[in-house]
């Protein structure tokens, strides 16, 4: 076995980095890493050979087998990295990327691996484990257990002292997976199953444990980085409310509506609890913050820590100007932070959109095909983060995320009108996405005010159930946008049906005050 890597031995960037992923993450990393002048490397599965991260790698190797199955293969990629002449591999998120095991792996193959410490994964990755260092560490934590659930008749015991509804949770990975709301004792042990066999197939760990759910709450998150030496920085919070099934599409910061003293204690408790493991490279940790009518000023909870990138880590790159994956090679690299925590300023506001290849007037189903028309946007204070390009596959393989559009802007108000803009701007056919639906959530009175929390989607549902026998009207412009795009050897503009269920983002911008 080779010596395992210690990034305090000789402190320097990394030579030769193996991105261990693909998509929109494994192209935004490529990207820093040629800014940096380090040799990009890359791997693919036989579905992948197409994607435009593979572009920025001088060099890349197919991964042999299942597409479902190749980037979960610690040993193929390992493997892959020896062959390609790796001195780093970068895990970004998903996948492997909290994997301790992996992580070990890497450093006994003699390479960094830019994340936290094996170690570190262990006792913050995880979810359970996350709990106990954070109750260790004085950091309020939703009731629970801080052991796995198998057992119904145990669950029901636990669910009746927390008091229902709870929450069958995933201890590894993210992402919504492996979680189940359940309101009451009969629901418990085909929940439990549930969770636990969509845990094993997306994380490899079938473990799952209970929490006190709360229906009204915001879900906060504060972004870390830590040294490896007992130090870390709260690099500010981000407001991750806006969700479908658990899966995060809208993010901005600050969060409006929190006091300030309270998201200053969040960031303090958040470093601590970073510091006190001795944390390694950028993390998150995850908070809820009831806002019901019982809710208590300045209440919150921790929930977990998420210890990698973040998909939404452009939210604090746009508001602080660090390059959060430079930090992490840094750190990987022993060099420490290329900026004095102690003058960090945060400008403005920031908010991001994922673009999801699912469709929302059909309850966020999965919306899959080849991808024949492909419009981003742009414009002052825009960023897009995609890997959604005409002629590549959005497959039933790997997740449906397409593109994250951002905006930023001196106040709220200019960041969302400049991230509606975008959105209506961007065009991909003829799979749908979220794109016009989140437009419309932005510009939405609960969202602009900031009176809303996680349910602010079902509301929306209830209070716009759609009318499929009423047609949309649609102006003249967009169809004559359509006919050219059609002439033009484009993919035809879906058919369209009322409030947004197949609609592409220019169609969405031109509803009349009738149809909206």
């Known amino acids: 076995m080779s010596k395992r890597a210690s990034p305090?031995?000789?402190?320097?960037?990394?030579?030769?980095?193996?991105?261990?992923?693909?998509?929109?993450?494994?192209?935004?990393?490529?990207?820093?890493?040629?800014?940096?002048?380090?040799?990009?490397?890359?791997?693919?599965?036989?579905?992948?050979?197409?994607?435009?991260?593979?572009?920025?790698?001088?060099?890349a190797l197919e991964l042999p087998g299942d597409p479902k199955r190749v980037y979960l293969d610690m040993h193929?990629?390992?493997?892959?990295?020896?062959?390609?002449?790796?001195?780093?591999?970068?895990?970004?998120?998903?996948?492997?990327?909290?994997?301790?095991?992996f992580a070990a792996a890497v450093e006994d193959a003699g390479m960094l691996f830019v994340g936290p410490a094996p170690e570190q994964s262990a006792a913050l990755g995880d979810k359970l484990a996350g709990r106990k260092a954070a109750q260790k560490a004085g950091v309020p934590t939703v009731p629970g257990t801080l052991e796995p659930v198998a057992d119904p008749k145990e669950a029901a015991r636990i669910a009746k002292e927390i008091g229902f509804p709870v929450l069958i949770k995933a201890s590894a990975g993210g992402g919504g997976r492996g979680m189940r709301v359940?309101?009451?004792?009969?629901?418990?042990?085909?929940?439990?199953?549930?969770?636990?066999?969509?845990?094993?197939?997306?994380?490899?760990d079938g473990r799952v444990f209970i929490e006190k759910y709360f229906s009204s709450v915001r879900h906060v998150e504060i972004q870390v980085l830590g040294d490896g030496k007992g130090h870390a920085v709260s690099l500010g919070e981000?407001?991750?409310?806006?969700?479908?099934?658990?899966?995060?599409?809208?993010?901005?910061?600050?969060?409006?509506?929190?006091?300030?003293?309270?998201?200053?204690?969040?960031?303090e408790l958040a470093a601590k609890l970073a510091a006190s493991v001795h944390y390694r490279g950028a993390g998150t940790l995850e908070f809820l913050v009831p806002s019901g009518k019982d809710a208590k000023p300045g209440e919150f909870y921790f929930i977990e820590v998420n210890a990698r990138l973040q998909v939404e880590h452009p939210v604090t790159e746009l508001r602080t100007g660090l390059d959060l994956v430079e930090e992490q090679l840094r750190i990987a690299g022993g060099l420490g932070y290329s900026f004095d925590p102690k003058k960090l300023e945060w400008r403005g506001h920031s908010i991001e959109a994922r673009v999801i290849a699912e469709d929302p007037g059909a309850d966020f189903r999965p919306s899959l095909g080849k991808l024949e028309t492909v419009v981003l946007p742009s414009g002052p204070g825009v960023r897009v983060d995609a890997w959604a390009e005409a002629g590549l596959e959005v497959s039933p393989h790997y997740d449906s995320l397409l593109a994250k559009v951002l905006a930023w802007g001196q106040t709220r108000d200019e960041a969302i009108g400049r991230l509606a803009g975008a959105l209506r701007e961007t065009f991909i056919a003829p799979v749908t996405t979220t794109a016009a639906f989140i437009a419309d959530v932005i510009e939405s009175e609960p969202f602009k005010s900031g009176a809303y929390d996680t349910s602010i989607l079902a509301a929306r549902k209830k209070a716009h159930a759609p009318d499929k026998d009423r047609p949309l009207p649609v102006s003249a412009g967009v169809l004559a946008a359509a006919d050219r795009l059609s002439r033009n050897g484009h993919a035809a503009v879906p058919a369209l049906n009322y409030r947004g269920r197949g609609l592409s983002a220019w169609q969405a911008a031109e509803r009349t005050e009738e149809g909206a």
């Not at 390609?84 to 301790?100: C, I, K, M, Q, R």
């Open 238 to 267: 981000r407001d991750c409310s806006v969700q479908r099934r658990h899966q995060k599409l809208i993010e901005e910061s600050p969060t409006l509506g929190m006091p300030p003293e309270a998201a200053k204690k969040m960031g």
């Open 76 to 101: 193929a990629v390992i493997d892959a990295a020896r062959k390609l002449g790796a001195d780093a591999v970068h895990p970004g998120y998903g996948f492997l990327s909290e994997n301790g095991g």
């Open 8 to 59: 305090s031995e000789k402190p320097a960037l990394p030579r030769r980095l193996l991105i261990a992923n693909r998509g929109e993450i494994a192209l935004r990393v490529a990207r820093t890493a040629r800014r940096l002048g380090l040799e990009v490397l890359g791997i693919f599965s036989s579905a992948d050979a197409g994607l435009p991260h593979l572009r920025l790698c001088h060099r």
């Open 182 to 204: 359940v309101e009451n004792e009969g629901q418990l042990a085909e929940s439990i199953a549930r969770a636990q066999s969509e845990a094993l197939a997306a994380f490899g």
